[in-house]
């Protein structure tokens, strides 16, 4: 952990923290509601940097609507926090997702375009998200996600999760093959 400072919201009143990564470079922060040391059932979200939804609010996808749902969530209970991890795209960089949306405006899905590039469908890795976790302090989470994967992933890199809290966003006409695609190509749940 780097750095800590207040950070009122119009989700409520948080505390955000910077963390460094010294394995990729990156910097992650955490927005934390309350203290947390210690608790254990809090509800966390792990949320991949999303560019083009988080600050232009594109509708191809659900990111921006997911994170804040979260932020609302937890803004609204004593404890919580919400891990904004800087790995754009499931991993696979800002400028390869531009080639990618280019690929889907062809006709292909997330995962095809992605294939069609060379990379991976998931190329994102969550060892610092549970470094963060325990950084933090906080004892067991409720993971808000649709995503098993990221379930596994967290449970194996040492974090238990006391459950899963689904974040369900309504699909629009520019986003509702996106979320077909995760939940049938990619096992997503809602």
């Known amino acids: ?12 009143d948080f505390s955000i923290y910077g963390f460094h990564d010294s394995r990729g470079g990156l910097e992650h922060t955490a927005i934390v509601r ?5 608790l254990h059932d809090i509800p966390v979200r792990v949320h991949s940097e999303c560019h083009t939804g988080d ?20 803004g609204s209970r004593d404890a919580g926090a919400v891990l904004y991890m800087r790995q754009e795209v499931r991993g696979i ?4 997702k531009i080639q990618a949306y280019n690929l889907q405006d062809q006709g292909r899905d997330t995962v095809e375009a992605n294939e069609d590039l060379g990379l991976p469908a998931e190329a ?3 060892q610092a998200a549970a470094a963060m976790l325990h950084l933090l302090g906080i004892g067991s ?9 990221k379930m596994t992933a ?7 999760i006391s459950r899963r809290i689904p974040i369900v966003i309504e699909p629009n ?18």
């Open 1 to 12: 952990m780097i750095s800590r400072a207040k950070l009122p919201t119009r989700f409520g």
């Open 34 to 38: 309350g203290c947390v040391d210690g």
């Open 55 to 74: 600050i232009f609010g594109s509708l191809r996808c659900d990111c921006r609507d997911q994170l804040e749902a979260a932020l609302s969530y937890i």
């Open 93 to 96: 960089g800002l400028l390869n």
């Open 124 to 126: 994102r890795e969550y």
């Open 141 to 149: 989470i409720a993971l808000m996600t649709n995503n098993p994967a």
């Open 154 to 160: 967290l449970s194996d890199a040492g974090i238990l």
């Open 173 to 190: 006409v520019h986003n509702s093959r996106y979320l077909i695609t995760k939940k049938v190509r990619m096992g997503h749940l809602y």
